[in-house]
């Protein structure tokens, strides 16, 4: 079992920046697999950012959803055990709860090969923190 527990967030004008930290109870770099994910008011939650590391080797590839690529960016600090994601140019459409969450659930994730990054691609979720963006 691994617990996330997810700091950051909070309200922000638009054009603003916020960064998101997600803090996991174990090593992060046997994870394979971590990524942040949204639910806005009355939506399905949606893939933002994912990080994914094949077993046995040291590079990392990104995936970002279409609405943020450009304008967030996700990273891992292994030695820390903490996942982030840094938020700029905020828009009031980025206003959601976001949900860190890590370890894949497969051998090879479905977000390498399909075009959104699915929710059942990670095993543990945190706690979600509220994103508030004002026009």
């Known amino acids: 079992q691994v617990q996330l527990r997810q700091s950051g967030g909070g309200s922000v004008q638009a054009g603003g920046s916020l960064r998101l930290s997600c803090t996991a109870s174990?090593?992060?770099?046997?994870?394979?697999?971590m990524g942040w994910f949204r639910q806005a008011a009355g939506k399905e939650r949606e893939g933002v950012a994912a990080?994914?590391?094949?077993?046995?080797?040291?590079?990392?590839?990104?995936y970002y959803a279409d609405s943020v690529k450009g304008r967030f960016t996700i990273s891992q600090d292994n030695a820390k055990n903490t996942l982030y994601l840094q938020m700029n140019s905020l828009k009031p459409e980025d206003t959601a709860m976001y949900y860190c969450?890590?370890?894949?659930?497969?051998?090879?994730?479905?977000?390498?090969?399909?075009?959104?990054?699915?929710?059942?691609?990670?095993?543990?979720w945190g706690q979600g923190t509220q994103v508030t963006v004002s026009s």
């Open positions: 969450a890590s370890h894949c659930t497969r051998t090879t994730p479905r977000l390498t090969v399909e075009p959104v990054i699915p929710s059942d691609d990670f095993a543990y």
């Open positions: 174990r090593d992060t770099y046997s994870a394979h697999c």
């Open positions: 990080i994914y590391t094949p077993i046995y080797t040291p590079s990392s590839n990104t």
